[in-house]
């Protein structure tokens, strides 16, 4: 069974560009979820998708967007980079009947510059 | 709003003594409870849970049980070992849409 796989695994943007993540589910898990981990500090949620919709949205401002695709795939998009940005981000897939256990992939480093 | 407070980090064992970290909640209605672990350079692993209070997750010779009276899910190793050495996190889980509110997180070093 293959587990949560995000890409790129490292990535380096200037303020003001904007950036594509990317993760893969694990197989069997509908729901996908995004948490962004700044250095030193516990994961904060970012969203949340469940069959290609947006299930929940944490504090976080409209600059970050995503998607969930018919594979249960998803992307993060953050747009109008800022310094603040620089933080690993990390993707985390539940199946259905049990959403609230979720299984978190390698993530994706981003530095913004 | 939810929260989890871990106690001040970070904290240095030698091999095989005991370990407890402490987490105390926050939460409106009955959260699920977790531990995660993250090695060096990677993400996060889903070490154990209890969904209920007076439940107790276990894994790996770690235990955590969900107290409700007092709001704690303690993690507890009774002999750790130098690969145990980690960043742990106690987080809950809870609303509609399941999401996961974490604690800072606390380092673990272990020394042989």
């Known amino acids: 069974e293959t587990g949560v796989t995000q890409s790129p695994t490292h990535l380096i943007k200037t303020r003001g560009q904007q950036v594509t993540l990317r993760c893969s589910s694990q197989s069997g898990h509908n729901t996908v979820s995004w948490y962004q981990q700044a250095l030193g500090q516990g994961p904060q949620f970012i969203f949340q998708y469940y069959r290609e919709e947006e299930n929940g949205r944490g504090n976080f401002p409209p600059r970050f967007s995503g998607l969930q695709f018919p594979n249960y795939s998803s992307e993060l998009n953050v747009n109008a980079l800022e310094l603040d940005d620089s933080a690993l981000y990390l993707c985390?897939?539940?199946?259905?009947?049990?959403?609230?256990?979720?299984?978190f992939g390698p993530g994706t480093r981003l530095l913004v510059l | 709003g939810d929260s989890v407070t871990q106690m001040e980090g970070p904290v240095t064992l030698s091999e095989e003594a005991f370990l407890t970290i402490n987490c105390t909640y926050t939460a409106t209605g009955y959260p699920s409870l977790f531990w995660y672990v993250q090695y060096p350079g990677e993400g996060l692993q889903l070490l154990l849970k209890a969904t209920k209070a007076d439940d107790k997750g276990s894994n790996k010779g770690f235990e955590a049980t969900y107290r409700k009276e007092t709001t704690s899910f303690h993690l507890e190793k009774g002999s750790v070992q130098v690969s145990d050495s980690a960043v742990y996190f106690c987080?809950?889980?809870?609303?509609?849409?399941?999401?996961?509110?974490f604690g800072k997180g606390i380092t673990l070093s272990v020394r042989p």
């Open positions: 987080a809950l889980s809870g609303g509609a849409n399941s999401k996961l509110t």
């Open positions: 985390a897939s539940s199946p259905a009947v049990e959403q609230e256990t979720q299984y």
